[in-house]
């Protein structure tokens, strides 16, 4: 089946990827990294291109589009290594207060998310190897609120946001979410920098005291917050392609250049099989990218996760491939900080580990497969025959 965007979505697709290549290359980038929030310029910029309320409800400024178009962008951005948390910001704390908060809340934080005056951050990610497992973060009633105790480690964009919206689980073992001011006592922020330029921090929570007005009530916090990390785990993967997808351009380029025993690189088979192998697992992932995309519009929750999981899976083996062959194929090169291969190389190894390695989501798939016993039945062939229960052999006609 041929698959064709639409005029809306091409048009976020050449915009996104216009702009960027106009003002945030490699050179430009620079001014990015290791900053909390990246270059607040880049951020409002983002802001205008409308960019930041891309998948936020229309009522708050927001376009309110879909996993499709939400990939479209998050691809060109990863194809110019961006460090701007717009997926942290936008795609998972602003998508989570649009579908849980109360009206009160998205008045207050949606508009000024939307407009780049102020940025919100999801403290979910407790270092386990499934980003669905429940939080080990405590919410213990109080009066009338909440006593916070245990810690999130390695929350991308924590540092300089606004606001957190940090998932906890109550007393009866449900799943809840409350906004936070970093600021609160009893909050300890270890604020560091990561390996794909951007900033992260692991936070402490220490008999924090959250009243009632905090905590987000509309919908069932559980089934948002699993929807939301699945989204968001797509769109990783969208950016992941972009980025091998420069790679591979890159890489292409300097083998053509490069000259060795008198020709260049290029012009030896070895040489030639490599990057296709890499043209071909770009396009896999980019196919996987899409068909997930589409799928997650009707899909509950069970299946969002299983979508999002086979697909980190399979986006992540191909990233690893890509990755490390373009660096191989540069030699000394590929380690260098005066190219954009190094930076990339960083990016795709920090990829495979956010949101769960692909082996645990493989496990996990796995594992759901055999309980369910849908191993057993092919959408193309039907259900399989029963199997026989003696040993007799069969009458021939």
């Known amino acids: ?34 900053r909390d929030g990246g270059n607040p ?25 879909g996993a499709l178009e939400a990939g479209l962008l998050a691809q060109a951005l990863g194809r110019h290594l961006v460090v701007e948390p717009w997926l942290e910001s936008s795609l998972e704390a602003g998508r989570l207060l649009a579908l849980t908060g109360s009206a009160v809340q998205q008045a207050q934080w949606l508009p000024g998310l939307i407009a780049g005056t102020q940025r919100l951050a999801l403290a979910h990610a407790e270092g386990t190897r499934l980003p669905w497992e429940a939080p080990q973060l405590r919410a213990r009633a109080q009066g009338t609120g909440w006593l916070l105790d245990g810690q999130k480690r390695c929350i991308a964009s924590a540092p300089g946001a606004a606001r957190w919206l940090v998932s906890a689980t109550l ?28 900033r992260a921090a692991d936070i402490a929570f220490a008999a924090v005291q959250v009243d009632a007005a ?114 191989q194929l540069h030699g000394a090169m590929g380690v260098c900080e005066e190219l954009p291969i190094a930076s990339a190389f960083r990016a795709l190894m920090a990829f495979a580990q956010w949101g769960g390695d692909g082996a645990s989501h493989a496990l996990a798939a796995g594992r759901a497969l055999l309980a369910d016993g849908r191993f057993a039945h092919s959408r193309t062939l039907g259900p399989a025959p029963a199997r026989r229960t003696t040993q007799e052999p069969e009458t021939v006609a």
Request: proline letters at 1%; hydrophobic letters at 45%; one cysteine or more.
């Open 1 to 34: 089946m041929e698959f064709v965007l639409t005029q809306e979505q091409q048009m976020i697709a050449d915009s996104a990827g216009d702009w960027l290549a106009h003002h945030y290359d490699f050179r430009q980038r620079a001014a990015s990294l290791q």
């Open 41 to 65: 310029d880049v951020w409002q910029a983002m802001a205008e291109l409308g960019w930041l309320g891309l998948v936020l409800p229309a009522d708050a400024g927001g376009m309110e589009l």
């Open 171 to 198: 007393d009866d073992g449900q799943a809840a979410l409350f906004l936070l001011d970093p600021q609160a006592a009893g909050i300890r922020i270890d604020a560091y920098d990561t390996s794909d330029g951007a």
């Open 214 to 327: 905090r905590r987000l009530h509309a919908g069932d916090a559980q089934s948002a917050l699993q929807r939301v990390l699945a989204e968001s785990l797509v769109a990783r993967c969208w950016s992941a392609t972009g980025g091998m997808q420069a790679m591979l351009a890159q890489t292409s380029d300097y083998v053509q250049q490069r000259q060795q025993f008198g020709q260049p690189l290029a012009r030896f088979q070895v040489v030639q099989h490599r990057l296709a192998e890499m043209a071909v697992l770009c396009a896999e992932a980019q196919a996987a990218c899409e068909l997930a995309a589409l799928s997650l519009a009707d899909a509950d929750g069970a299946q969002c996760r299983a979508i999002a999981g086979l697909l980190k899976n399979k986006v992540g083996r191909c990233a690893r491939y890509v990755a490390q062959e373009s660096v």
